[in-house]
């Protein structure tokens, strides 16, 4: 079992609909990343959390530690926001490492 | 907001040659970067972390002198595939933070092809 699992792998929507991400992790964490990738490969960090919720124009990402669980949230989906969504773990006395999920393939389809 | 940049972006070579590819960072100052390498529709395997003047920690299984790493500046670090094979062929891409409980900030990546 991964210590970072995502789910879904793949995840078509229309536009405008409301989509979540979920990711769970099995070990101590000093912080949840979730990074988005486009088809060029370039990876952008979207959030950085260790609690609670934060936001960011359409995005909101929430973490629960006591559930180690942490979802990826997209309000009013839009085309663009088609790309590889992953969500990558900081493991406590891991000098900095991540560790990745699988990654969520996301298309939104006008 | 902090900005990594990685170069070539795509670089296409013979089996045998060397290839060096940079990773700066370019506002803020990295003390220690990252080394990854991904094959299609997979994800980011850590090969490398580097910090500012000293050798690099290689994960297990890359063999350090295929992958010669550099971090002589808190702004760039350099990744040489050396004598590059076709295997060798992937996507890697860099990523520098500027400290313990700072978020990493990524490179655009580069796509090695080898012939």
């Known amino acids: 079992k991964n210590e970072v699992e995502q789910s879904p792998q793949n995840l078509t929507a229309q536009e405008g609909e409301f989509i979540t991400i979920n990711c769970s992790y099995s070990v101590g964490i000093s912080a949840l990343h979730w990074l988005q990738q486009h088809p060029g490969g370039g990876i952008v960090s979207l959030f950085m959390l260790s609690s609670g919720k934060k936001k960011h124009g359409r995005l909101i990402a929430t973490i629960n530690i006591q559930e180690k669980h942490s979802s990826l949230h997209i309000t009013a989906s839009h085309p663009r926001d088609s790309a590889v969504y992953i969500c990558a773990a900081s493991i406590i006395q891991g000098a900095q490492k991540l560790v990745f999920g699988q990654g969520t393939r996301l298309t939104i389809n006008p | 907001g902090a900005v990594v940049s990685q170069h070539p972006s795509w670089v296409i070579c013979k089996s045998g040659t060397s290839v060096k590819i940079e990773c700066r960072s370019l506002?803020?100052?990295?003390?220690?970067m990252f080394w990854y390498r991904q094959f299609p529709k997979q994800s980011l395997m850590l090969m490398a972390t580097?910090?500012?003047?000293?050798?690099?920690?290689?994960e297990q299984g890359v063999e350090k002198d295929k992958f010669l790493i550099n971090h002589a500046s808190l702004t760039l670090s350099t990744l040489t595939v050396t004598s590059a094979h076709p295997e060798d062929s992937s996507f890697y891409i860099c990523?520098?933070?500027?400290?313990?409980?700072?978020?990493?900030?990524f490179g655009d990546g580069t796509r090695l092809s080898i012939l």
């Open positions: 580097s910090n500012e003047g000293s050798k690099a920690t290689y």
């Open positions: 990523s520098a933070t500027s400290g313990t409980g700072q978020p990493q900030h």
């Open positions: 506002d803020f100052q990295a003390t220690t």
